[in-house]
């Protein structure tokens, strides 16, 4: 497939004040091209695209790679991020203000997308730049507003810079991280921050100028699992007990558990699940950053992608956990309780993540941000990856040198983790 640059035909970059700027069709044909949602959240794939790109990697050159359609995303669909914004949780009074990049060619088709908040701030980001922020105000700068490129309230790796099917990568990553600069300094800000990016995009920007960044999550991997049972085989001896005993007690004073989703999803599941995650925010960080509205958003425009994992116990929910489905992955999110039972916990977001995940045959399960407890319950070490426009040159060169030893910390943490992973040695 002979991939088009973004010079090849005259291109403009428009920065959205709201993702009610750009219709749903056009954000989501670049941030999950490929797929097709229903009004009920189902998805299916778009064969009328996959079709074309099949004619057109048919008559492409011998070497040249053809397109790979990414897994779908549910965090960058225009009905999860509009429904922050609506919400009122991704705003300018609660410091994001949208500042989302498009990149159009010159009939108003969008090339490119980047999701990017002007902020003044940096809660809700799990890339964690506070240190940088009080260094550069102590010396006289103002690190504030800064330029984010993220999901907010969401560590979750996943495309940031959103190129429609047949874009070069490397001119259209180009284009759209210039763009973010030219944003930034217009804006007065510090920086320009993308979290949690693929692989090929943390190194493309690297090439370009951005600081590269790295730290840890923990993910499991479904390795074709039949049952929860033969993943359980593929631990060493302790590990299994171990996990069985957990599994036993967190349900042992007549805890049931539900998977909710699509139609069965009701106000009165949201209700209580709000309860539950204004109980821990409120304990966790101080101010919850979700609010009532945005979980029946939420529930409302994307309801096949959402699973609530909920424990019962005498006929009342009692804790439980919010998770968004992905084409081949699951995403733990939130969770909360009223009642604190041991390693129910455990249970609901970790345990009954794998046993769904198996059940309907996704790669992976991503469980969030932080976590060495992970470990031993079969989620493993895995490099997330964000990248930094700096444009005060010495602050950029202390946070460079910082980050070196820092990677380097990573990598041997990561590591000295992977030797302790519960599963069996072959």
């Not at 779908?72 to 009074?93: I, V």
């Not at 106000?267 to 945005?294: I, V």
């Not at 989620?379 to 005060?392: K, M």
């Not at 992973?421 to 072959?426: G, M």
Request: charged residues 25%; hydrophobic residues 40%.
């Amino acid at each position: 497939m002979t991939d088009r640059s973004p010079e090849d035909a005259p291109a403009t970059l428009r920065v959205l004040s709201s993702m009610t700027d750009i219709s749903a069709r056009a954000w989501d044909s670049v941030a999950n091209p490929g797929w097709l949602m229903d009004e009920a959240g189902r998805l299916a794939a778009d064969q009328e695209l996959l079709d074309r790109l099949s004619l057109a990697e048919s008559v492409s050159e011998p070497d040249e790679s053809p397109y790979q359609v990414p897994g779908y995303n549910p965090f960058l669909s225009h009905a999860f991020l509009s429904s922050l914004e609506e919400a009122g949780c991704a705003t300018a009074r609660t410091g994001w203000l949208p500042r989302h990049l498009v990149l159009e060619d010159g009939s108003g088709g969008v090339l490119g997308a980047v999701p990017a908040y002007l902020k003044n701030h940096s809660q809700g980001e799990y890339v964690f730049d506070h240190g940088w922020a009080d260094a550069f105000e102590r010396a006289g700068g103002d690190y504030y507003p800064k330029l984010q490129v993220s999901v907010p309230f969401t560590p979750a790796t996943g495309r940031r810079f959103l190129l429609a099917p047949g874009i070069d990568h490397a001119s259209g990553m180009t284009a759209l991280a210039s763009g973010l600069v030219e944003v930034a300094r217009r804006s007065g800000a510090s920086s320009v921050h993308a979290t949690f990016l693929t692989e090929p995009e943390w190194s493309a920007l690297g090439e370009i100028g951005y600081l590269q960044r790295t730290d840890q999550q923990f993910h499991f991997e479904n390795r074709n699992y039949d049952s929860f049972d033969q993943f359980l085989g593929e631990l060493n001896s302790r590990k299994r007990k171990a996990v069985k005993k957990e599994r036993r007690e967190a349900l042992a004073e007549g805890i049931e558990i539900e998977w909710v989703t699509g139609s069965d999803l009701t106000e009165a599941h949201w209700d209580a699940f709000h309860t539950f995650y204004m109980d821990t925010g409120s304990r966790k960080w101080g101010r919850p950053y979700l609010n009532r509205q945005f979980f029946s958003l939420l529930g409302e425009r994307l309801p096949d992608r959402v699973l609530l994992i909920m424990a019962k116990r005498d006929g009342r929910y009692i804790a439980g956990a919010l998770n968004l489905i992905g084409s081949d992955t699951l995403f733990g999110r939130n969770w909360g309780c009223t009642e604190h039972h041991p390693f129910l916990h455990f249970e609901v977001c970790y345990y009954q993540a794998i046993e769904f995940a198996i059940a309907r045959k996704l790669k992976r399960v991503e469980a969030g941000a932080q976590g060495d407890h992970k470990l031993a319950r079969g989620y493993l070490p895995t490099l997330t990856r964000s990248a930094h426009w700096i444009a005060h040159e010495g602050l950029r060169e202390a946070v460079a040198d910082y980050l070196a030893r820092e990677r380097a910390a990573i990598a041997q943490e990561a590591e000295i983790l992977s030797e302790h992973a519960p599963f069996r040695q072959t």
